[in-house]
């Protein structure tokens, strides 16, 4: 499919659904929409590539790629020494950063959904419950597998695994684990849903040409236009939602691929770009009737900002590894990713493997070295083995995403601000992390580890949060604002607190549940 083959809707059809971004929410929603014939306009900031504009070199496709937008950073953690430009490691394009995403597919476990009543209160962390739970969200979860075609799930078969895993696995028996595999992952393991099995060519970061991973752009969007309801604009970048005198949202200005300034009116908006973009675009579209900006009545809009706890442990063996090979992320390790205070912190994490190519490696193993040690990590590259750690993190009201008008983008507009600064538990649980995952490689005869810190972050969450109370949050338990009846946020901004599992599935999952309570509400004139 290409964007050719979108429908087009007259800018003054008031009878669409505005969705603002193509990624796993956005994407999904659209698809999930069109099938239930809905009118959709999905605004793209970014352009379309496609499987064959993909290049598999990591810098001349992040470049391709990235979201490289100015941003500013600010806080005490390391993302804003090392990188303050980039605090987000996210994509541009049609299909959002599911193009990007390694494919991890965990669910969240039921004492996530209830981490206030479930942790108590901790000093400094703003933990609230969600307004759903693991059993309301069961059944999306398995429809979400179903559509990615998540391994391990659903009858669907394990990827093989490659040395870097077997490495892992090795490790992880011999240190006592014992829930650990090759996925689940949503790339196939053999051909599914039109997609074909996974070449094991280990560039999952660059767009895969080859298809086998699901992604909102060789998955939902073609299924979408297939239906003859979906008009996508790619190179829209949204600019400001507008509202009537009631308090309704109408329409969406956005800048076009001329640089134009376009209105498509609007029957609902649904803002899915990612939890930095998403709050900027709401505060953005601040009015007297919304001083604070957009459906932000309870002042928590761009704050209990998420990123996961995360950071990299790199092995050095005496045999070659070639961790390059096969899949780029293969497996994980799931024994610490249970809630267990005796450990130090609450909350768990996952143990995944990852693999990065030296250019990458270079640039992130540890920002900033030089010498000797630093250039012994590029020389020892074949006998490398490299995991990645993922956690939750505690939200915090301090962590925030806010406008920087100091700074302008090339649209004149103030630019976003990440600040953030680690939660005493999030520290904890790295340093927990960064142990286990040095004893694991050390149980199977590693020579040495090297604990990377955390790069920028490709998991973005909280902005936007759920709550049962408006006063509390910013959406309620189906992404939709408390203040604006008719705007949804459909990523993972609405996130109420982060889990430890990667968040693509369950944005995935909520956008289906969302979906089907959209409907249901134009059915009955309720939107």
Same mark, same amino acid.
């Given at each position: 499919?290409?964007?050719?083959?979108?429908?087009?809707?007259?800018?003054?059809?008031?009878?669409?659904?505005?969705?603002?971004?193509?990624?796993?929410?956005?994407?999904?929603?659209?698809?999930?929409?069109?099938?239930?014939?809905?009118?959709?306009?999905?605004?793209?900031? =970014?352009?379309?590539?496609?499987?064959?504009?993909?290049?598999?070199?990591?810098?001349?496709?992040?470049?391709?790629?990235?979201?490289?937008?100015?941003?500013?950073?600010? =806080?005490?953690?390391?993302?804003?020494?090392?990188?303050?430009?980039?605090?987000?490691?996210?994509?541009?394009?049609?299909? &959002?950063?599911?193009?990007?995403?390694? &494919?991890?597919?965990?669910?969240?476990?039921?004492?996530?959904?209830?981490?206030?009543?479930?942790?108590?209160?901790?000093?400094?962390?703003?933990?609230?419950?969600?307004?759903?739970?693991?059993?309301?969200?069961?059944?999306?979860?398995?429809? +979400?597998?179903? /559509?990615?075609?998540?391994?391990?799930?659903?009858?669907?078969?394990?990827?093989?695994?490659?040395?870097?895993? /077997?490495?892992?696995?090795?490790?992880?028996?011999?240190?006592?684990?014992?829930?650990?595999?090759?996925?689940?992952?949503?790339?196939? +393991?053999?051909?599914?849903?039109?997609?074909?099995?996974?070449?094991?060519?280990?560039?999952?970061?660059?767009?895969?040409?080859?298809?086998?991973?699901?992604?909102?752009?060789?998955?939902?969007?073609?299924?979408?236009?297939?239906?003859?309801?979906?008009?996508?604009?790619?190179?829209?970048?949204?600019?400001?939602?507008?509202?009537?005198?009631?308090?309704?949202?109408?329409?969406?200005?956005?800048?076009?691929?001329?640089?134009?300034?376009?209105?498509? /009116?609007?029957?609902?908006?649904?803002?899915?770009?990612?939890?930095?973009?998403?709050?900027?675009?709401?505060?953005?579209?601040?009015?007297?009737?919304?001083?604070?900006?957009?459906?932000?009545?309870?002042?928590?809009?761009?704050?209990?900002?998420?990123?996961? *706890?995360?950071?990299?442990?790199?092995?050095?063996?005496? /045999?070659?590894?070639?961790?390059?090979? =096969?899949?780029?992320?293969? &497996?994980?390790?799931?024994?610490?990713?249970?809630?267990?205070?005796?450990?130090?912190?609450?909350?768990?994490?996952?143990?995944? *493997?990852?693999?990065?190519?030296?250019?990458?490696?270079?640039?992130?193993?540890?920002?900033?070295?030089?010498?000797?040690?630093? +250039?012994?990590?590029?020389?020892?590259?074949? #006998?490398?083995?490299?995991?990645?750690?993922? =956690?939750?993190?505690?939200?915090?009201?301090?962590?925030?995403?806010?406008?920087?008008?100091?700074?302008?983008?090339?649209?004149?507009?103030?630019?976003?601000?990440?600040?953030?600064?680690?939660?005493?538990?999030?520290?904890?649980?790295?340093?927990?992390?960064?142990?286990?995952?040095?004893?694991?490689?050390?149980?199977?005869?590693?020579?040495?580890?090297?604990?990377?810190?955390?790069?920028?972050?490709?998991?973005?969450?909280?902005?936007?949060?759920?709550?049962?109370?408006?006063?509390?949050?910013?959406?309620?338990?189906?992404?939709?604002?408390?203040?604006?009846? #008719?705007?949804?946020?459909?990523?993972?901004?609405?996130?109420?607190?982060?889990?430890?599992? #990667?968040?693509?599935?369950?944005?995935?999952?909520?956008?289906?549940?969302?979906?089907?309570?959209?409907?249901?509400?134009?059915?009955?004139? +309720?939107?």
């Amino acid at each position: 499919m290409t964007e050719e083959q979108s429908a087009r809707f007259d800018y003054d059809d008031d009878s669409v659904a505005v969705i603002i971004g193509s990624g796993a929410g956005g994407g999904t929603l659209a698809h999930e929409l069109t099938e239930k014939g809905l009118k959709v306009v999905v605004l793209e900031a =970014g352009g379309h590539l496609t499987s064959e504009d993909y290049v598999n070199n990591e810098w001349e496709s992040f470049n391709q790629m990235a979201w490289l937008d100015p941003r500013t950073t600010s =806080g005490s953690w390391r993302v804003a020494r090392d990188f303050p430009n980039l605090p987000a490691w996210i994509v541009k394009a049609v299909g &959002g950063s599911t193009t990007h995403w390694s &494919g991890a597919t965990p669910r969240f476990k039921a004492h996530e959904f209830k981490t206030r009543s479930t942790y108590g209160r901790i000093d400094g962390a703003n933990l609230l419950d969600w307004p759903i739970t693991l059993d309301d969200l069961a059944p999306y979860y398995d429809k +979400a597998e179903k /559509k990615i075609g998540s391994t391990h799930r659903h009858g669907r078969p394990a990827l093989p695994a490659n040395n870097n895993y /077997k490495v892992l696995a090795a490790g992880a028996e011999r240190i006592g684990y014992r829930h650990y595999a090759t996925g689940p992952y949503g790339t196939n +393991a053999e051909p599914y849903d039109g997609r074909p099995a996974s070449i094991q060519d280990g560039f999952n970061f660059q767009g895969d040409k080859s298809k086998a991973k699901w992604s909102t752009l060789v998955s939902e969007i073609p299924k979408a236009l297939a239906t003859g309801k979906l008009d996508l604009r790619p190179n829209s970048q949204a600019v400001q939602i507008t509202h009537t005198a009631e308090g309704l949202v109408d329409s969406v200005l956005y800048v076009d691929a001329d640089g134009d300034l376009q209105r498509q /009116k609007a029957r609902i908006v649904a803002v899915a770009g990612n939890a930095i973009e998403t709050p900027r675009l709401m505060l953005l579209s601040g009015s007297p009737l919304f001083p604070d900006g957009l459906a932000n009545s309870s002042g928590q809009l761009g704050r209990n900002y998420m990123r996961h *706890t995360t950071g990299s442990v790199y092995a050095k063996f005496d /045999k070659p590894v070639h961790m390059y090979r =096969g899949e780029t992320m293969a &497996g994980l390790v799931a024994d610490e990713s249970r809630h267990d205070v005796d450990r130090g912190f609450a909350g768990g994490y996952y143990l995944e *493997t990852i693999a990065l190519g030296p250019a990458f490696l270079a640039s992130f193993v540890d920002p900033g070295a030089w010498g000797p040690e630093f +250039a012994s990590l590029l020389d020892d590259y074949e #006998n490398t083995a490299g995991l990645w750690i993922v =956690g939750e993190d505690m939200p915090q009201e301090s962590n925030r995403v806010s406008l920087n008008t100091n700074a302008q983008d090339r649209l004149g507009l103030p630019v976003p601000n990440v600040h953030f600064d680690d939660h005493p538990n999030d520290s904890a649980m790295r340093e927990h992390a960064y142990q286990q995952g040095s004893l694991l490689y050390e149980a199977v005869g590693a020579l040495s580890s090297h604990h990377t810190p955390p790069y920028p972050s490709t998991h973005n969450m909280g902005t936007a949060r759920m709550s049962e109370r408006p006063e509390d949050g910013v959406v309620n338990a189906y992404g939709q604002t408390h203040d604006v009846r #008719n705007l949804f946020v459909s990523d993972g901004s609405q996130f109420t607190t982060g889990a430890a599992a #990667n968040p693509t599935l369950t944005i995935v999952a909520l956008a289906i549940r969302q979906a089907e309570y959209i409907a249901e509400q134009m059915s009955t004139s +309720a939107l």
